[in-house]
């Protein structure tokens, strides 16, 4: 069933939301796509319909990094759940059917869910009793468990200890990695555990690269065979990089 969690952010008060970028990568469609099927739906409401539709949708702009360096302002939009719901049942394709069949199954399981909880009786105080006597029984073992678990943990952790004092260590210190080592080690991290294109996490760092440090990687020169991470290393800007790839897996929460 589709991860809805991948598209929905909280807003204020607590309010699922999304934007027109999330839900144009969700179904494989071109931001400016989305932007238009948008419009579409708020020029084609009538006068009782526009107020509704319109209170779904806010409209907003950002700068979209282009490839000769320029910056392009775009449209965008965020919209609450029921402006998701309406723009995602006009798309058509594969992806779009998918997610209405899963709209559909959920629909149906929280119906199920509903009526399975009508429908059971309350219970009496005896098997009340001896439904908490269960519980208390279940947790005690649990308990119990974590406990052998924690005393033969520390067993291991004294044995290893005592193990490591006979050990004998090796006088060579280990190389230490360099920036430009870390950084790729960084990046092919982010890449398995986001499972993302190594090409798009090096798009998106030279693009946080110019937002933050106004540092255009592209308007440098570069030398035969040079890569733009030699390029940076050459004219000194590694750290820069370093610290946004840094970021990049701390928001990520990548251990």
């Known amino acids: ?13 607590c309010q699922a939301l999304t934007n027109s970028i999330l839900v144009a990568g969700k179904f494989g469609k071109e931001p400016n796509d989305v932007v238009r099927s948008i419009d579409n739906l708020l020029q084609n409401a009538d006068n009782e319909c526009n ?5 779904m949708f806010v409209e907003y702009t950002e700068d979209v990094p282009q490839p000769n360096g320029g910056v392009k ?25 998918k997610f209405k069949l899963d709209y559909i199954a959920a ?16 219970l009496s105080s ?16 649990r308990i119990s468990n974590v406990e052998k678990r924690l005393d033969a943990m520390e067993q291991e952790r004294e044995e290893n200890g005592k193990m490591l ?9 280990i190389p230490q990695m360099s920036v430009r080592d870390n950084i ?35 308007a440098y020169k570069k030398e035969k065979k040079e890569t733009y991470l030699d390029v940076a290393e050459r004219n000194h800007f590694l ?17």
Request: avoid cysteine; hydrophobic fraction near 40%.
């Open 51 to 55: 107020v509704k539709v319109r209170d």
């Open 165 to 173: 004092l006979t050990v004998t260590v090796s006088p060579d210190l």
């Open 1 to 13: 069933m589709e991860n809805f969690g991948e598209l929905v952010f909280k807003g204020e008060n």
């Open 73 to 97: 302002t775009a449209r965008r939009f965020i919209m609450n759940r029921d402006g998701f719901t309406l723009l995602a049942m006009g798309f058509t394709g594969k992806k779009a059917l």
């Open 184 to 218: 790729r080690q960084l990046v092919n991290r982010y890449a398995n555990a986001t499972n993302t294109k190594q090409r798009d996490i090096w798009h998106k760092i030279y693009d946080q690269l110019y937002y933050l440090y106004h540092i255009s990687v592209k």
């Open 126 to 141: 005896a098997q009340m009793f001896a439904m908490q006597a269960n519980i208390n029984l279940e947790y005690e073992q």
């Open 107 to 122: 629909f149906n399981a929280m119906e199920k869910a509903l009526k399975e909880q009508q429908s059971q009786k309350p």
């Open 239 to 255: 750290d820069k990089i370093y610290s946004i790839i840094s970021n990049l897996i701390r928001e990520k929460g990548i251990a």
